[in-house]
């Protein structure tokens, strides 16, 4: 006896299809991911997946005629009450020591990241814990009778351990060189010309202080940049803008000038932080928008056009205005 089936509902049709498709899906394959991270990764909030556009900078011809308003911004944020509300104010606590007043200003430029406000409370309560006298504590410093000093230390990417290596690595530095001028002015392979041995310095510098052995730390790894990763490497040409630059004119005092013989005014190149990044994209000094070592040199390459013995103390002009909040306009019209 044959039996003939009853045609398919709509129903047992709609789920024939569901199963189909489920089967389908189920055999596609799925891209391989690295371990640890996630198939799908969003970016974070408030950041964008677009690279800075690079724009076309602004002529020399333009900045020559505008060096004179550039001038007096200098003379107008370039003066005592700047010391007050910027973590420079922490080494010059301890000015009347040359040597005393270098180390701190080491150790308080790499943890100059942040806001202001905090990373002068964060540093001072810092060099607290070495009863303010930081040199004779770093030339006595026992890690092992020391480290519980700093254990309870954390500061955005740095922690308690960080520190310890930091104090011992300075520590040989010191009895090894005297000063960090030294250290720095011996990292610089010789014959190497004028125009590179800033660079140079740098690197030699951070490869002689972190030296074979250092940890695999974040915290380790965001204070110490390297020139050769390309990064402008903002907090040490501001430690280097702090040594090198000699404010003659008591008026305008803010540079220690400590430094005499590892680099001139003329070499440095300028702290690359938000705010000059911010007036850069406004005022086109470079044709780039990225934060790199390029980037500074390009902005550093406009300012020794207006002043080459002395480019860094336009920073003075460009931070203060940006921290006033006021309109980048505002330069471009005092344009004669």
Request: glycine share 6%.
């Amino acid at each position: 006896m044959t039996t003939t089936k009853a045609p398919p509902t709509p129903q047992a049709k709609s789920k024939t299809k569901a199963k189909a498709g489920q089967s389908a899906n189920a055999q596609k394959p799925i891209a391989p991911t690295k371990k640890g991270v996630k198939a799908t990764q969003k970016t974070p909030p408030g950041k964008s997946t677009v690279p800075p556009k690079a724009v076309k900078a602004r002529s020399r011809e333009e900045w020559l005629a505008l060096a004179p308003c550039m001038d007096a911004l200098v003379a107008q944020y370039k003066v005592p009450a700047y010391i007050g509300s910027d973590p420079i104010q922490i080494p010059y606590r301890f000015a009347d020591n040359p040597r005393t007043c270098e180390l701190v200003a080491f150790i308080t430029a790499l943890l100059s990241y942040g806001r202001r406000d905090l990373i002068i409370e964060t540093v001072t309560n810092l060099f607290r814990l070495t009863d303010n006298d930081p040199l004779n504590f770093l030339e006595s410093f026992d890690p092992k009778r020391d480290a519980r000093l700093f254990q309870h230390f954390v500061y955005r990417f740095n922690k308690g351990p960080d520190l310890v290596f930091l104090w011992q690595r300075l520590q040989w530095a010191y009895r090894e060189y005297g000063s960090l001028e030294n250290l720095f002015t011996t990292s610089i392979p010789e014959y190497t010309p004028q125009v590179d041995r800033l660079k140079a310095g740098i690197a030699g510098f951070t490869n002689a202080l972190l030296g074979n052995e250092a940890p695999r730390s974040y915290g380790l790894k965001f204070l110490f940049a390297h020139p050769d990763k390309g990064g402008a490497c903002k907090r040490f040409n501001m430690f280097l803008r702090w040594m090198v630059r000699q404010d003659l004119e008591p008026v305008g005092k803010v540079d220690f000038g400590l430094w005499q013989t590892a680099l001139k005014p003329g070499d440095l190149l300028v702290p690359l932080d938000t705010h000059i990044m911010k007036m850069n994209r406004h005022l086109r000094l470079s044709g780039r928008a990225d934060g790199s070592w390029q980037t500074a040199e390009e902005i550093t390459d406009i300012f020794r056009l207006l002043c080459p013995e002395d480019p860094v103390k336009y920073d003075y002009a460009l931070f203060g205005f940006s921290l006033d909040k006021r309109s980048p306009e505002e330069i471009l019209a005092m344009r004669p």
